[in-house]
């Protein structure tokens, strides 16, 4: 496990997403211990799992920084929320063999299609090389963080549960024309 501050992420260059993820990340572990897997059902209490004793709720939110007004709505863009929080998903469920990459094409610029279906590529390679299938993973989304660092650029972090781990993804929207469009997708 690498140790990912604020200051391992301005001297090795990583985009703001990746500080506004550790902050975010860090604040909710806090906040939340995470000692058991995630429950594969829904609870029959839907905002609360006491199996393994997360707040559930958490899942929809959705955290701004300290702005007052989203600089996104100014430009007359859509919320970008719920294009993380799916992109996010998409993400997670390439790497594991479940969706295709080309699926992500539209909505992510060249390098970041590239990079997913380099990794989806080795991951295949793994699964094949261990005799494990492809199969779709259980996948509970967290809360999701969003940074505006100028108009019409945001930074956003996913928490992703899956049924083995949490998995943490930092993603830059920018706006293209009318909608958004990923320049950087992380898998943490």
Avoid: F
């Avoid at 301005?10 to 990746?18: E, K």
């Avoid at 929080?85 to 060249?110: F, K, M, Q, S």
Wanted: aromatic letters at 6%.
């Amino acid at each position: 496990h690498v140790e990912t501050s604020p200051a391992h992420a301005l001297a090795w260059g990583y985009p703001q997403a990746i500080k506004t993820l550790d902050t975010g990340l860090r604040r909710w572990l806090s906040e939340h211990p995470y000692t058991h897997a995630p429950q594969l059902y829904p609870s029959l209490h839907p905002r609360h799992d006491s199996h393994i004793g997360v707040d559930m709720s958490l899942a929809a939110h959705v955290h701004h920084s300290e702005q007052e007004a989203p600089l996104w709505e100014a430009l007359g863009m859509p919320d970008p929320a719920p294009m993380a929080r799916n992109l996010a998903r998409c993400a997670v469920e390439a790497l594991a063999g479940a969706r295709e990459p080309e699926e992500l094409a539209r909505w992510v610029t060249d390098a970041v299609y590239h990079r997913i279906l380099h990794r989806a590529l080795i991951s295949a390679r793994a699964r094949a090389m261990t005799g494990r299938p492809a199969g779709r993973p259980v996948i509970g989304m967290g809360s999701v963080w969003l940074c505006e660092p100028r108009p019409g650029i945001v930074e956003a972090s996913v928490v992703v549960h899956t049924s083995k781990r949490v998995l943490a993804v930092a993603l830059r929207i920018e706006a293209t024309g009318t909608r958004w469009r990923a320049s950087v997708i992380g898998v943490l």
